[in-house]
């Protein structure tokens, strides 16, 4: 039988925090954070640049990415584990070297994906929740503890990984002395900042991208802008920002934003049943986008519909 049509939710499921948080377009500049922060840890990003062409072959990479987390989140639990199991055996092919001590070891260590992962959830969960998101304390836990089975599908064991607010902060307060911008992560800065583009779509990038790029690092935790050598911009104004561009981005027919490849949400939506749709946003006075399974409104055509589990 087709995986698309066995009815599978998948890893998460449509009563998760993850599979609401997930859709929202903001998690594009959530994702752009996470890599300006993963950048801090020497080791860790050494492994990249000395495995990968990072330039020829960014846009790649974060397609790639972004399709690994699409896959988790919204495909089957057959499709999840399979590309777990990818992302593990490329991994355990690949080792990095210290240029200053001269040792190998390989980017698969626990510690790395450890803080790939904290990296990650930590950017997906604060750009949501200031660019307009309203989570509450509950829910922050839920989705931190739900993204113990994603670790899971990288190589760690969920029990090393945070599983609340609490113990993600804990974790950050105790890597920051590890962090640094070494060379490396300058040159993904660079890269963010401008990325190698046509000649004819370079207009497209300093009115797009650039807005991305500059934005996802203004939302960066104090300790990231003071290694990277800027001063940190105001909290607020960046709130600010994020709101704005949240506000922007959310008008886009969610429709039309699910129909980019590689269609996770439609194809989820298919297999599951319109039960599956991911909650619409309802900001300022209105409920948040989830409170319980079952909660959470759509004012469409005048009548309150809810979102929960399939069927």
């Keep these: 039988m087709d995986a698309d049509h066995t009815g599978d939710p998948g890893l998460f499921?449509?009563?998760?925090?993850?599979?609401?948080?997930h859709s929202d377009p903001m998690m594009w500049v959530a994702g752009v954070r996470a890599l300006y922060l993963q950048a801090l840890h020497p080791r860790?990003?050494?492994?990249?640049?000395?495995?990968?062409?990072?330039?020829?072959?960014?846009?790649?990479?974060?397609?790639?990415?972004?399709?690994?987390?699409g896959t988790a989140t919204y495909g089957t639990t057959e499709a999840a584990e399979k590309a777990g199991a990818r992302v593990r055996k490329i991994h355990a092919m690949l080792t990095a070297t210290d240029p200053d001590t001269g040792e190998r070891y390989r980017v698969d260590e626990p510690e790395l994906l450890l803080w790939v992962h904290c990296a990650e959830i930590d950017s997906y969960l604060d750009v949501a929740r200031r660019?307009?998101?309203?989570l509450t304390e509950a829910q922050a836990d839920r989705y931190i503890g739900e993204h113990r089975e994603s670790a899971r599908l990288v190589g760690l064991d969920p029990e090393d990984v945070p599983a609340d607010q609490g113990q993600l902060a804990a974790y950050f307060e105790k890597i920051r002395p590890e962090l640094a911008a070494g060379e490396e992560a300058r040159d993904v800065e660079d890269f963010l900042r401008r990325p190698p583009t046509p000649v004819l779509l370079v207009p497209a990038r300093e009115l797009i991208w650039r807005g991305v790029a500059e934005l996802a690092y203004a939302s960066l935790p104090p300790y990231a802008h003071e290694l990277y050598g800027r001063s940190a911009p105001s909290r607020e104004a960046v709130n600010l920002q994020l709101r704005?561009?949240?506000?922007?981005?959310?008008?886009?027919?969610?429709?039309?934003?699910w129909q980019l490849p590689p269609k996770h949400i439609i194809r989820a939506m298919s297999r599951l049943g319109p039960g599956s749709r991911p909650a619409?946003?309802?900001?300022?006075?209105?409920?948040?986008?989830?409170?319980e399974p079952g909660e959470g409104?759509?004012?469409?055509?005048?009548?309150?519909?809810?979102?929960?589990?399939?069927?």
Excluded: E
């Design 13 to 21: 499921g449509p009563s998760s925090v993850t599979w609401q948080l």
């Design 44 to 69: 860790a990003v050494r492994g990249v640049m000395q495995n990968s062409d990072f330039r020829k072959d960014a846009w790649g990479r974060l397609m790639r990415t972004a399709n690994f987390v």
């Design 131 to 134: 660019s307009g998101i309203r």
């Design 244 to 257: 704005f561009t949240g506000t922007m981005l959310r008008s886009i027919p969610a429709r039309a934003r």
């Design 280 to 291: 619409p946003y309802k900001l300022g006075r209105h409920l948040a986008i989830l409170d």
């Design 297 to 311: 409104g759509d004012t469409r055509r005048g009548r309150a519909q809810k979102w929960g589990r399939p069927g």
